[in-house]
């Protein structure tokens, strides 16, 4: 049976997803699917290099932010490791002890079936390895939806990484914990395209004032009818968000910690920190109303 005090890590990357996903993030939506004949033609003409290198995946950062659950005790990537987009991060992965999975399109194009195979195998290793305790899944497609669901139903707990802009939303409130690899700590954050910078800096200004506010809100609101009481613990408030809304993230919304966070929603909360405990509380304005 899992083991809460002694952590154990299985780790599962559709790594096919995560580069098709970055590249669109920083070149562009559909961006990969425009390039992907010119890339598999010449990943090495100049244009298709440099669009390649300016969206590098830092599989380090994805490894460790795995590893600070717990103790890794298996790690898989599937993709064609054929495909020269995909070869070129093999001894990386290699040398931090990743398990390639080598999958091949069924056509032309097609999808390799990375998530069935990476959801047969995620459910095999749960049976036959009942101590783990974690599980990862690097990737954003609505697919992985019922993986999470059943990974939950055994016992497990349950980690999402995707790129912001590709992750189907079901996949994020499917998990127990789910947080953008924009957001990871070590990665840089993407030099978007001048054409695609506009409606990405609309999107994001949007994104990082009216829903965390009110997912705020809503939490203390919940946090209080809970406890009968008027100030809580900001660690008891993030957690409740964090179950709220698994994609929830105070870094990737430009916040240092979550007190800087709440501080930075006054008509929604006032923060206490004159004792060793941060707590907060929703402005009585709010409260009332």
């Known amino acids: 049976m ?36 010119r890339i598999a033609e010449d990943p090495l003409e100049s244009e298709i290099a440099a669009r390649l290198q300016a969206a590098t995946i830092d599989v380090g950062a994805i490894i460790d932010y795995a590893a600070s659950f717990g103790t890794l005790v298996l790690t898989r990537a599937y993709a064609d490791w054929s495909s020269p987009v995909n070869a070129v ?3 990386q992965l290699v040398a931090r002890a990743v398990d390639l999975v080598q999958l091949f399109p069924t056509a032309a194009y097609a999808k390799n079936g990375a998530d069935i195979r990476l959801a047969v195998d995620a459910v095999e290793d749960m049976f036959r390895l009942p101590d783990l305790t974690h599980v990862v899944i690097v990737a954003g497609d609505s697919d992985y939806v019922p993986l999470a669901q059943r990974c939950k139903r055994l016992g497990r707990f349950v980690v999402g990484v995707g790129v ?15 947080d953008s690899y924009d957001a990871l700590p070590g990665v840089a954050a993407p030099v978007i395209d001048k054409k695609d910078a506009a409606p990405q800096r609309r999107r994001s200004k949007r994104a990082a004032v009216d829903p965390a506010g009110a997912l705020l809100e809503r939490a203390l609101r919940l946090e209080s009818d809970k406890d009968d009481a008027e100030w809580q613990h900001a660690s008891a408030v993030k957690s409740l968000i964090k179950r709220l809304d698994p ?25 206490d920190e004159s004792g060793n405990v941060v707590l907060i509380r929703l402005r009585p304005a709010v409260a009332d109303s």
């Open 2 to 37: 899992p083991d809460p005090q002694n952590p154990r890590v299985a780790v599962y990357l559709d790594f096919d997803n995560i580069v098709m996903s970055w590249y669109d993030r920083v070149h562009g939506k559909n961006s990969y699917a425009r390039d992907r004949q």
């Open 89 to 91: 991060y093999r001894s």
């Open 164 to 178: 912001a802009g590709s992750t189907a939303k079901a996949l994020a409130a499917a998990c127990d914990q789910f």
């Open 247 to 271: 994609s929830f993230s105070e870094k990737a919304l430009g916040h240092r910690s979550f007190s800087e966070f709440v501080k930075a929603h006054p008509s929604v909360a006032e923060v």
